[in-house]
Protein backbone atom coordinates (compact mmCIF):
# COMPACT_ATOMS: atom_id res chain seq x y z
CA UNK A 1 0.00 0.00 0.00
CA UNK A 2 2.51 2.44 1.21
CA UNK A 3 4.49 1.21 -2.02
CA UNK A 4 1.54 2.33 -4.17
CA UNK A 5 1.00 5.53 -2.93
CA UNK A 6 5.09 6.24 -3.11
CA UNK A 7 5.07 5.34 -6.68
CA UNK A 8 1.73 7.53 -7.68
CA UNK A 9 3.85 10.68 -6.07
CA UNK A 10 6.84 9.92 -8.01
CA UNK A 11 4.08 9.74 -11.18
CA UNK A 12 3.00 12.80 -10.91
CA UNK A 13 6.50 14.90 -9.98
CA UNK A 14 7.90 13.03 -12.93
CA UNK A 15 4.64 13.77 -14.90
CA UNK A 16 4.63 17.69 -14.22
CA UNK A 17 8.72 17.84 -14.71
CA UNK A 18 7.98 16.24 -18.11
CA UNK A 19 5.30 18.32 -19.02
CA UNK A 20 7.81 21.51 -18.25
CA UNK A 21 10.25 20.06 -20.69
CA UNK A 22 7.94 19.35 -23.34
CA UNK A 23 6.40 22.97 -23.45
CA UNK A 24 9.77 24.59 -23.41
CA UNK A 25 11.53 25.56 -27.03
CA UNK A 26 14.43 24.16 -26.89
CA UNK A 27 12.38 20.92 -28.15
CA UNK A 28 11.65 22.88 -31.34
CA UNK A 29 13.49 22.48 -34.36
CA UNK A 30 13.07 24.49 -37.79
CA UNK A 31 14.11 22.60 -40.71
CA UNK A 32 14.25 22.86 -44.65
CA UNK A 33 12.77 21.46 -46.97
CA UNK A 34 14.42 18.26 -48.98
CA UNK A 35 13.60 15.09 -50.79
CA UNK A 36 10.21 13.78 -52.26
CA UNK A 37 9.97 10.24 -50.46
CA UNK A 38 11.40 9.04 -47.43
CA UNK A 39 11.53 4.80 -46.71
CA UNK A 40 12.18 3.89 -42.94
CA UNK A 41 12.99 0.31 -42.10
CA UNK A 42 12.87 -1.29 -39.00
CA UNK A 43 14.55 -4.52 -38.46
CA UNK A 44 12.50 -4.91 -34.95
CA UNK A 45 15.40 -6.33 -32.84
CA UNK A 46 17.89 -6.50 -35.34
CA UNK A 47 21.39 -5.94 -33.87
CA UNK A 48 25.02 -5.87 -35.54
CA UNK A 49 25.20 -9.62 -34.62
CA UNK A 50 21.91 -10.69 -35.63
CA UNK A 51 23.70 -9.87 -39.24
CA UNK A 52 26.95 -11.09 -37.93
CA UNK A 53 25.55 -14.44 -37.15
CA UNK A 54 23.58 -14.99 -39.99
CA UNK A 55 26.03 -13.91 -42.53
CA UNK A 56 28.24 -16.26 -40.94
CA UNK A 57 25.89 -19.17 -40.29
CA UNK A 58 24.07 -19.10 -43.84
CA UNK A 59 26.91 -17.68 -46.18
CA UNK A 60 24.80 -15.32 -47.57
CA UNK A 61 25.60 -11.29 -48.09
CA UNK A 62 23.28 -8.72 -46.90
CA UNK A 63 21.89 -6.10 -48.87
CA UNK A 64 21.83 -3.39 -46.03
CA UNK A 65 25.84 -3.63 -45.71
CA UNK A 66 26.21 -2.20 -49.28
CA UNK A 67 24.55 1.04 -48.10
CA UNK A 68 26.88 4.25 -48.18
CA UNK A 69 26.42 5.73 -45.04
CA UNK A 70 26.71 3.38 -41.78
CA UNK A 71 26.59 3.68 -38.10
CA UNK A 72 24.81 3.45 -35.57
CA UNK A 73 21.55 4.12 -33.11
CA UNK A 74 21.47 4.60 -29.04
CA UNK A 75 17.78 2.88 -28.19
CA UNK A 76 17.07 3.90 -24.68
CA UNK A 77 13.80 5.13 -23.72
CA UNK A 78 12.74 7.11 -20.77
CA UNK A 79 12.29 3.76 -18.69
CA UNK A 80 16.21 3.11 -19.82
CA UNK A 81 15.98 -0.76 -21.41
CA UNK A 82 13.24 -0.13 -24.41
CA UNK A 83 10.46 -1.88 -25.35
CA UNK A 84 8.95 -1.89 -29.36
CA UNK A 85 6.35 0.63 -28.39
CA UNK A 86 8.61 3.21 -26.34
CA UNK A 87 11.46 2.68 -29.64
CA UNK A 88 8.83 3.10 -32.37
CA UNK A 89 7.67 6.62 -30.31
CA UNK A 90 11.40 7.76 -30.78
CA UNK A 91 11.69 6.77 -34.11
CA UNK A 92 8.28 7.86 -35.20
CA UNK A 93 8.21 11.28 -33.28
CA UNK A 94 11.50 12.21 -32.56
CA UNK A 95 11.27 12.41 -28.78
CA UNK A 96 11.33 10.09 -25.93
CA UNK A 97 8.56 8.36 -24.18
CA UNK A 98 7.78 5.29 -21.05
CA UNK A 99 7.88 2.17 -22.31
CA UNK A 100 4.23 0.83 -23.74
CA UNK A 101 3.70 4.65 -24.46
CA UNK A 102 2.87 5.32 -28.58
CA UNK A 103 3.45 8.54 -29.60
CA UNK A 104 2.50 9.98 -26.27
CA UNK A 105 3.91 10.63 -22.88
CA UNK A 106 1.59 8.67 -20.26
CA UNK A 107 1.88 7.53 -17.06
CA UNK A 108 0.31 4.37 -15.78
CA UNK A 109 -1.44 3.71 -12.45
CA UNK A 110 -1.87 -0.32 -11.98
CA UNK A 111 -2.47 -0.46 -15.65
CA UNK A 112 -5.11 2.32 -16.12
CA UNK A 113 -3.47 5.43 -17.84
CA UNK A 114 -3.32 9.49 -18.18
CA UNK A 115 -1.96 11.12 -21.29
CA UNK A 116 0.03 14.37 -20.09
CA UNK A 117 0.19 15.00 -24.02
CA UNK A 118 0.44 13.57 -27.99
CA UNK A 119 3.41 13.29 -29.76
CA UNK A 120 3.03 13.91 -33.90
CA UNK A 121 4.94 11.69 -35.70
CA UNK A 122 6.21 11.00 -39.25
CA UNK A 123 3.23 9.83 -40.91
CA UNK A 124 1.49 13.18 -39.87
CA UNK A 125 3.94 14.94 -40.76
CA UNK A 126 3.87 13.28 -44.74
CA UNK A 127 0.32 13.72 -44.41
CA UNK A 128 0.31 17.55 -43.39
CA UNK A 129 2.42 17.99 -46.17
CA UNK A 130 0.10 16.58 -48.92
CA UNK A 131 2.33 13.26 -49.21
CA UNK A 132 1.04 9.90 -48.63
CA UNK A 133 1.74 7.56 -45.77
CA UNK A 134 2.05 4.02 -45.26
CA UNK A 135 2.85 1.07 -43.10
CA UNK A 136 3.99 -2.55 -43.79
CA UNK A 137 4.31 -5.07 -41.45
CA UNK A 138 5.20 -8.66 -40.80
CA UNK A 139 3.33 -8.14 -37.42
CA UNK A 140 -0.61 -7.50 -36.31
CA UNK A 141 -1.91 -3.81 -37.48
CA UNK A 142 -2.11 -3.26 -33.84
CA UNK A 143 1.88 -4.35 -33.27
CA UNK A 144 3.50 -1.95 -31.61
CA UNK A 145 5.45 -0.63 -34.06
CA UNK A 146 3.24 0.12 -37.02
CA UNK A 147 1.53 1.69 -34.03
CA UNK A 148 3.80 3.93 -33.39
CA UNK A 149 3.31 5.43 -36.71
CA UNK A 150 -0.50 5.44 -36.44
CA UNK A 151 -1.95 6.25 -33.33
CA UNK A 152 -1.50 7.90 -30.13
CA UNK A 153 -2.22 5.64 -26.36
CA UNK A 154 -0.82 5.37 -23.31
CA UNK A 155 -1.01 1.22 -23.77
CA UNK A 156 0.65 -0.90 -26.10
CA UNK A 157 -1.47 -4.00 -25.30
CA UNK A 158 -5.05 -1.84 -25.63
CA UNK A 159 -5.29 -3.28 -29.27
CA UNK A 160 -9.47 -2.69 -29.98
CA UNK A 161 -8.77 0.41 -29.47
CA UNK A 162 -5.48 0.87 -31.87
CA UNK A 163 -7.32 -0.52 -34.60
CA UNK A 164 -10.39 2.11 -33.99
CA UNK A 165 -7.45 4.61 -34.54
CA UNK A 166 -6.21 3.48 -37.29
CA UNK A 167 -9.86 3.45 -38.92
CA UNK A 168 -9.06 7.46 -38.51
CA UNK A 169 -5.81 7.52 -38.58
CA UNK A 170 -5.46 9.42 -41.85
CA UNK A 171 -2.68 6.79 -43.74
CA UNK A 172 -2.92 5.94 -46.91
CA UNK A 173 -1.91 2.42 -46.66
CA UNK A 174 -1.41 -0.16 -43.60
CA UNK A 175 -0.89 -3.59 -45.00
CA UNK A 176 0.15 -6.15 -41.64
CA UNK A 177 -1.06 -9.49 -40.55
CA UNK A 178 -4.99 -9.81 -39.40
CA UNK A 179 -4.86 -9.10 -35.74
CA UNK A 180 -8.61 -10.80 -35.52
CA UNK A 181 -10.79 -7.59 -34.40
CA UNK A 182 -10.07 -4.77 -37.19
CA UNK A 183 -13.78 -4.49 -38.92
CA UNK A 184 -14.25 -4.69 -41.82
CA UNK A 185 -17.24 -2.45 -42.30
CA UNK A 186 -15.94 0.25 -40.34
CA UNK A 187 -12.54 0.48 -42.37
CA UNK A 188 -15.12 0.44 -45.60
CA UNK A 189 -17.05 2.91 -43.99
CA UNK A 190 -14.42 5.33 -43.28
CA UNK A 191 -13.25 4.73 -47.40
CA UNK A 192 -10.51 1.92 -47.11
CA UNK A 193 -10.58 -1.06 -49.46
CA UNK A 194 -10.13 -4.03 -46.73
CA UNK A 195 -8.26 -6.43 -48.40
CA UNK A 196 -6.89 -9.97 -47.00
CA UNK A 197 -4.69 -11.70 -49.68
CA UNK A 198 -1.09 -10.72 -51.58
CA UNK A 199 -4.03 -11.41 -54.74
CA UNK A 200 -6.95 -8.60 -53.43
CA UNK A 201 -3.56 -6.21 -52.38
CA UNK A 202 -2.35 -6.30 -56.07
CA UNK A 203 -5.73 -5.28 -57.54
CA UNK A 204 -5.23 -1.63 -55.48
CA UNK A 205 -4.86 1.39 -57.60
CA UNK A 206 -2.46 3.93 -57.04
CA UNK A 207 -3.62 6.05 -54.04
CA UNK A 208 -6.58 3.76 -53.13
CA UNK A 209 -6.48 3.95 -49.28
CA UNK A 210 -5.41 0.48 -48.56
CA UNK A 211 -6.20 -1.52 -45.64
CA UNK A 212 -4.01 -5.25 -45.75
CA UNK A 213 -5.68 -7.82 -43.03
CA UNK A 214 -3.25 -10.15 -44.23
CA UNK A 215 -4.19 -13.79 -43.13
CA UNK A 216 -1.25 -15.71 -44.73
CA UNK A 217 2.48 -15.78 -43.46
CA UNK A 218 4.46 -12.06 -44.18
CA UNK A 219 7.99 -12.87 -42.30
CA UNK A 220 9.07 -14.94 -45.09
CA UNK A 221 7.93 -17.88 -47.51
CA UNK A 222 6.54 -20.25 -46.22
CA UNK A 223 5.41 -22.75 -49.26
CA UNK A 224 1.65 -21.57 -49.16
CA UNK A 225 0.01 -19.90 -51.36
CA UNK A 226 -1.57 -17.49 -48.78
CA UNK A 227 2.11 -16.17 -48.14
CA UNK A 228 2.87 -12.12 -48.67
CA UNK A 229 6.44 -11.65 -48.22
CA UNK A 230 7.54 -8.67 -46.65
CA UNK A 231 10.05 -8.13 -49.89
CA UNK A 232 7.26 -8.02 -52.30
CA UNK A 233 4.26 -6.67 -50.37
CA UNK A 234 7.29 -3.48 -49.89
CA UNK A 235 7.61 -3.29 -53.61
CA UNK A 236 3.85 -3.48 -54.07
CA UNK A 237 3.27 -0.47 -51.67
CA UNK A 238 5.48 1.72 -53.12
CA UNK A 239 4.12 1.01 -56.32
CA UNK A 240 0.73 1.95 -54.89
CA UNK A 241 1.88 4.80 -52.88
CA UNK A 242 4.38 6.99 -55.63
CA UNK A 243 2.71 9.59 -56.73
CA UNK A 244 3.90 13.50 -57.54
CA UNK A 245 4.17 14.96 -54.22
CA UNK A 246 5.99 11.88 -52.69
CA UNK A 247 5.04 9.76 -49.55
CA UNK A 248 6.90 8.47 -46.04
CA UNK A 249 6.64 4.12 -45.97
CA UNK A 250 7.28 2.52 -42.73
CA UNK A 251 8.58 -1.11 -43.33
CA UNK A 252 9.18 -3.23 -40.17
CA UNK A 253 10.20 -6.88 -39.98
CA UNK A 254 8.73 -8.00 -37.14
CA UNK A 255 10.30 -11.88 -36.56
CA UNK A 256 13.85 -10.83 -36.27
CA UNK A 257 12.31 -9.69 -32.80
CA UNK A 258 10.00 -12.51 -32.59
CA UNK A 259 12.14 -15.22 -32.82
CA UNK A 260 14.75 -13.93 -31.05
CA UNK A 261 12.58 -13.39 -27.80
CA UNK A 262 12.25 -17.45 -28.21
CA UNK A 263 16.15 -18.19 -29.28
CA UNK A 264 15.06 -19.43 -32.34
CA UNK A 265 18.19 -18.91 -34.86
CA UNK A 266 16.96 -20.04 -37.79
CA UNK A 267 13.36 -18.00 -37.32
CA UNK A 268 15.80 -14.96 -36.69
CA UNK A 269 18.17 -15.75 -39.66
CA UNK A 270 14.69 -15.96 -42.18
CA UNK A 271 13.62 -13.18 -41.21
CA UNK A 272 16.25 -11.17 -41.11
CA UNK A 273 16.96 -12.73 -44.91
CA UNK A 274 13.38 -11.20 -46.03
CA UNK A 275 13.63 -8.09 -44.32
CA UNK A 276 17.08 -7.65 -46.25
CA UNK A 277 15.26 -8.37 -49.67
CA UNK A 278 12.26 -5.56 -48.58
CA UNK A 279 15.65 -3.41 -47.84
CA UNK A 280 17.16 -4.64 -51.85
CA UNK A 281 13.53 -3.74 -53.21
CA UNK A 282 13.38 -0.12 -51.65
CA UNK A 283 16.83 0.59 -52.58
CA UNK A 284 16.30 -0.27 -55.89
CA UNK A 285 13.34 2.05 -56.59
CA UNK A 286 15.80 4.78 -54.55
CA UNK A 287 18.43 4.73 -57.05
CA UNK A 288 15.93 4.65 -59.99
CA UNK A 289 13.39 7.10 -58.80
CA UNK A 290 16.57 9.54 -57.48
CA UNK A 291 14.91 11.27 -55.09
CA UNK A 292 13.93 8.70 -52.34
CA UNK A 293 16.14 8.61 -48.74
CA UNK A 294 16.11 4.43 -47.61
CA UNK A 295 16.91 4.54 -43.74
CA UNK A 296 17.61 0.71 -41.96
CA UNK A 297 17.54 0.45 -38.63
CA UNK A 298 16.09 -1.46 -35.50
CA UNK A 299 14.54 -0.43 -32.53
CA UNK A 300 16.36 -2.26 -30.18
CA UNK A 301 18.19 -5.59 -30.18
CA UNK A 302 16.94 -8.81 -28.61
CA UNK A 303 18.65 -12.10 -27.61
CA UNK A 304 21.98 -10.41 -26.71
CA UNK A 305 23.54 -12.14 -28.88
CA UNK A 306 27.69 -12.54 -28.48
CA UNK A 307 30.29 -14.28 -29.98
CA UNK A 308 31.42 -16.76 -27.22
CA UNK A 309 34.87 -16.48 -26.38
CA UNK A 310 35.98 -19.71 -25.77
CA UNK A 311 34.30 -21.19 -28.73
CA UNK A 312 33.93 -18.55 -31.46
CA UNK A 313 30.35 -19.04 -32.31
CA UNK A 314 27.65 -16.93 -32.01
CA UNK A 315 24.97 -17.40 -29.07
CA UNK A 316 22.03 -15.78 -27.54
CA UNK A 317 22.63 -14.70 -24.02
CA UNK A 318 19.14 -13.57 -23.39
CA UNK A 319 15.67 -13.94 -24.46
CA UNK A 320 14.85 -10.08 -23.84
CA UNK A 321 15.82 -6.99 -25.53
CA UNK A 322 19.02 -5.57 -24.55
CA UNK A 323 20.17 -2.09 -24.93
CA UNK A 324 22.95 -2.77 -27.36
CA UNK A 325 23.79 0.53 -29.79
CA UNK A 326 21.79 -1.24 -33.25
CA UNK A 327 22.60 -0.85 -37.10
CA UNK A 328 21.68 2.68 -38.69
CA UNK A 329 22.16 3.05 -42.37
CA UNK A 330 21.33 4.91 -45.15
CA UNK A 331 21.15 5.37 -48.64
CA UNK A 332 20.48 9.09 -50.31
CA UNK A 333 21.80 11.27 -47.13
CA UNK A 334 24.94 11.32 -45.33
CA UNK A 335 23.60 13.90 -42.87
CA UNK A 336 22.25 11.39 -40.15
CA UNK A 337 25.15 9.02 -39.93
CA UNK A 338 28.01 8.36 -41.54
CA UNK A 339 31.60 6.67 -40.78
CA UNK A 340 30.23 4.67 -37.94
CA UNK A 341 28.79 7.34 -35.68
CA UNK A 342 26.21 6.95 -33.01
CA UNK A 343 23.34 8.87 -32.65
CA UNK A 344 20.19 9.01 -30.32
CA UNK A 345 17.18 7.08 -31.89
CA UNK A 346 14.81 10.29 -31.78
CA UNK A 347 17.31 12.05 -34.38
CA UNK A 348 16.08 9.47 -36.36
CA UNK A 349 12.51 10.98 -36.24
CA UNK A 350 13.62 14.53 -36.42
CA UNK A 351 15.87 13.76 -39.76
CA UNK A 352 12.72 12.38 -41.35
CA UNK A 353 10.10 15.46 -40.86
CA UNK A 354 13.24 17.54 -41.94
CA UNK A 355 13.74 15.07 -45.09
CA UNK A 356 10.17 15.42 -45.99
CA UNK A 357 10.30 18.86 -45.96
CA UNK A 358 8.41 20.12 -42.66
CA UNK A 359 9.34 23.43 -42.13
CA UNK A 360 7.40 23.53 -38.90
CA UNK A 361 8.25 22.86 -35.22
CA UNK A 362 8.75 19.32 -34.70
CA UNK A 363 9.19 17.46 -32.73
CA UNK A 364 5.76 18.92 -31.93
CA UNK A 365 3.52 18.08 -28.76
CA UNK A 366 -0.32 18.79 -27.94
CA UNK A 367 -0.57 19.13 -24.34
CA UNK A 368 -3.74 17.17 -23.43
CA UNK A 369 -5.26 19.37 -20.78
CA UNK A 370 -7.94 16.63 -19.75
CA UNK A 371 -4.34 15.29 -18.17
CA UNK A 372 -5.41 15.94 -14.49
CA UNK A 373 -9.09 14.72 -14.67
CA UNK A 374 -7.79 11.50 -16.52
CA UNK A 375 -5.06 10.72 -13.52
CA UNK A 376 -7.84 11.16 -11.11
CA UNK A 377 -9.88 9.17 -13.07
CA UNK A 378 -7.18 6.23 -13.36
CA UNK A 379 -6.57 6.36 -9.62
CA UNK A 380 -10.47 5.95 -9.11
CA UNK A 381 -9.91 2.73 -11.07
CA UNK A 382 -7.31 1.56 -9.42
CA UNK A 383 -9.64 1.85 -6.01
CA UNK A 384 -12.69 0.59 -7.79
CA UNK A 385 -10.06 -2.62 -8.56
CA UNK A 386 -8.72 -3.00 -5.36
CA UNK A 387 -11.73 -3.29 -3.67
CA UNK A 388 -12.86 -6.64 -5.86
ZN1 LIG B 1 10.61 -7.60 -28.44
Redesign the pocket.
Known amino acids: MKKRKFSVFIGLILSAAMLISCISPAFAIVIPQDVKNVILMIG??MGENSLEWTKSELGVSLAMDELPYQGYSITDSLSGLT??AAGATALSCGLHSFNSNLCTLSVLVNGYGATICDYMNVSQVAKSLGKRAGIVTSDVNSGATPSGFSVHTYKRELTEEITAQQVDCGLDLIWAADNGVSDKAAFEKAGWTYSTSMDELSGIKNGERSFGAISGKIYYETGSEDDAPLSELTSLAIEKLENGKGFFLMVEGAHI??NS?SNNKEGMMKSLVEFDKAVKNAVEFAKEDGNTIVIVTAD?E?GGITKNAGTGEFEYTTGD?TNADVPLRLFGSDELVKDGAHVKNTQVGRFIAKKLGYTSRFPSITVNFRFPIDLISALFKVRKSRLR
Request: glycine share 10%; hydrophobic share 0%.
Open positions: DGDSDKHHTH
